[in-house]
C-alpha cells in the first residue's frame, strides 16, 4: 500500500512545480516571410523569420535580468557558460512557432485591440490618462519608431489568443484524482545529518593534488592600465522647472522595485542627476575629442582588474572590446563621464599554488565534505535503525509543517521531495543537511472542502500547462527550424 501510494505522489509535483510556459518577449516584432530569406535573418520556423536585431534585442533583455540578479558580475564568459544566446533563440523559436499557428488558424488582432493596449499601460499614462507626449518620448529614447512598437504589441496580442484558447476548465474525476494526492499523508523515522558528523581535516597533499587537476580554474584577473579623463557633471545648474520638465517627458523610465511608476517627488533627486549629465553630455564629448589630440591630459592613471566596482558593468563591457591604445567615448560612471584610454592590458595566467592555495582550499574542502557526508548517509540508511531516529506525526505537504531538527524552509523542501519520490526509504538532500528517512506509515486524509477552489485551481493550471506542452511538440514536428548561423541551439 506504501509504495503504491509513494508513487502516485508523483501528483503532488504538478501542485507544486506547475509553471505556465511564457511566450511573450520583448523588442521588435516577428514577421511572415513571404518568400527568400531576408538579409540579416539567423533563422527561420516554418514561414517566420527571426532577425539578428530581434535576437540581439532579446538577449539583451535577457543579459540584463541575469547582470542584475548577480549584482551586476555577469560578463560574457559567464554568458557564454549560462548559454543566454540559446536561450534568447529558444524564447523566440517558441514564440514563432506559435505564431506560425496564430497565422494558420486564422487569428487576427485589430489595431483597435492593439491602441487598447497601448493606452492600458501604466507608463504611458499620466493622472491615469494616456500621453500621447509620453509615447512618443519612450519611442524617441528607444529609438523605436512607432510601426515597429505596435506591431510588436500585435505580435504579443496573437500569442495571448492562441494560448486562451488552451483554457480549458477540469473535469470532476480529474478534481478527485488530484484531491486525493494533495490529501497523502505520511508518518516518517528520520535522521538528519550535517558537517557536525563527520570527522574531517583538510590535508595539504589532497588540496594540492585538487588544484593540479583543475589549476587552469584558478586564473589572476585581466589587468588594465588606464588613464581617465573625468567630467564632473555637479557644478551644472538644473532649476526646478528644467527638473519637472525633465520628469514628465521621461517618467515612464522612472520605477521602483515592482514597476510602478514613482512620483515626481519620489524621483526627483535622480531626475536632477539625469538631467545633469544630460547637459554634461556635450561637455564630456568636447574633452574625449581634445584628449584624442593630444590636447588634453588625463585626471588619473589607474591600475584596475577586470570588473572593478570602480567603474561599471557597462563601461567594462566596452573595454573588452577594445585594445591597446584605444579611446572609450565617454560614459557615465556616477555622477560623472570618464572618458578612458587603455595604456596596457595584461592577460590572465594560471595562479601559483601559493596564491591560490586560500580558494582552492574553501572549493577543496566544501566538496570533500560534501562527498563524506553522502558517503556517511549512504552508509546510515543501510543500518538504518528507527530506534535511534526520529520519529514524526503523520505530515502532510500543503501544511505548514515544522520537522524537529530542520526550520520551515528545509522542512518544505524536504517534503517537496519527499512527496515526489517513489522511494519508502532513501537519502534527500536540503540545503547543508541529509536527511535519511523512512516511511513507516501512509494513509489518506479526508478531502476538506475548503480546498475546493484550490484542488480546481491546481487542475486547471495542470490542464493548461499540459496542453501547451502538447502544443509546442505537435508545432516542433509542424514547423521546423532553419538556422543561418552557428552557436544557436545546443
Do not use: C
Not at 494558420?104 to 492593439?114: A, F, Q
Not at 478527485?176 to 574531517?200: C, G, H, P, R
Amino acid at each position: 500500500m506504501i509504495s503504491w501510494m509513494q508513487k502516485n505522489n508523483k501528483f503532488l509535483v504538478w501542485t507544486i512545480w506547475i509553471a505556465t510556459i511564457s511566450f511573450i518577449g520583448t523588442g521588435a516584432s516577428m514577421g511572415l516571410s513571404g518568400g527568400g530569406v531576408k538579409a540579416g535573418t539567423v533563422a527561420k520556423v516554418g514561414e517566420v523569420e527571426i532577425s539578428q536585431t530581434r535576437l540581439n534585442m532579446v538577449y539583451s533583455s535577457i543579459y540584463n535580468q541575469y547582470n542584475e540578479a548577480m549584482q551586476g558580475t555577469l560578463d560574457d564568459k559567464k554568458a557564454k557558460e549560462l548559454g543566454l544566446v540559446q536561450q534568447a533563440f529558444k524564447r523566440l523559436e517558441t514564440q514563432a512557432k506559435i505564431l506560425n499557428y496564430s497565422n494558420e488558424v486564422g487569428i487576427i488582432v485589430s489595431d483597435e485591440e492593439v491602441l487598447a493596449k497601448i493606452q492600458g499601460i501604466r507608463s504611458f499614462q499620466q493622472e491615469g490618462i494616456f500621453s500621447q507626449e509620453i509615447y512618443d518620448a519612450y519611442l524617441r529614447s528607444q529609438r523605436v519608431k512607432a510601426k515597429v512598437f505596435e506591431e510588436t504589441l500585435r505580435v504579443e496580442l496573437t500569442i495571448e489568443k492562441t494560448i486562451a484558447l488552451l483554457t480549458t476548465e477540469g473535469l470532476a474525476l480529474e478534481i478527485e484524482a488530484i484531491s486525493a494526492a494533495m490529501n497523502v499523508s505520511d508518518k516518517l523515522a528520520y535522521k538528519v545529518l550535517t558537517e557536525a558528523d563527520l570527522y574531517f581535516k583538510v590535508e595539504d597533499a589532497k588540496v594540492k593534488s585538487f588544484w593540479e587537476m583543475q589549476k587552469e580554474n584558478f586564473m589572476t584577473k585581466q589587468m588594465y592600465d588606464l588613464s581617465i579623463v573625468w567630467t564632473d557633471s555637479k557644478i551644472i545648474e538644473a532649476t526646478e522647472n528644467e527638473v519637472k520638465s525633465y520628469y514628465d517627458t521621461n517618467s515612464f523610465s522612472y520605477t521602483n522595485s515592482e514597476g510602478k511608476q514613482l512620483s515626481f517627488k519620489e524621483a526627483k533627486e535622480q531626475v536632477r542627476t539625469d538631467l545633469k549629465l544630460k547637459k554634461t553630455k556635450k561637455t564630456a564629448q568636447k574633452a574625449y575629442i581634445a584628449f584624442k589630440k593630444g590636447k588634453l591630459t588625463q585626471s588619473e592613471k589607474i591600475t584596475l582588474p577586470m570588473g572593478d566596482l570602480k567603474l561599471t558593468s557597462d563601461v567594462w563591457n566596452a573595454l573588452k572590446e577594445k585594445n591597446v591604445g584605444d579611446i572609450l567615448k565617454p560614459k557615465v560612471v556616477g555622477n560623472m563621464y570618464a572618458t578612458i584610454k587603455i595604456e596596457n592590458i595584461v592577460l590572465p595566467k594560471v595562479k601559483t599554488y601559493d596564491a591560490a592555495k586560500g580558494e582552492v582550499t574553501v572549493l577543496y574542502a566544501t566538496q570533500a565534505k560534501k562527498e563524506a557526508l553522502l558517503a556517511l548517509a549512504e552508509e546510515t540508511l543501510k543500518a538504518f535503525d528507527e530506534k535511534n531516529a526520529t520519529i514524526s506525526d503523520f505530515v502532510k505537504l500543503e501544511e505548514n509543517v515544522n520537522l524537529k531538527l530542520l526550520n520551515n524552509q528545509e522542512s518544505l523542501q524536504f517534503l517537496q521531495k519527499l512527496f515526489t519520490s517513489t522511494k519508502e526509504k532513501g537519502i534527500i538532500s536540503v540545503a547543508e543537511k541529509i536527511i535519511v528517512y523512512n516511511i513507516l506509515e501512509q494513509k489518506l486524509s479526508p478531502v476538506d472542502t475548503n480546498e475546493a477552489e484550490s484542488v480546481n485551481e491546481t487542475v486547471n493550471t495542470l490542464k493548461k500547462h499540459t496542453f501547451e506542452s502538447n502544443l509546442i511538440k505537435m508545432l516542433d514536428k509542424k514547423y521546423p527550424t532553419e538556422t543561418y548561423m552557428g552557436g544557436l541551439t545546443n
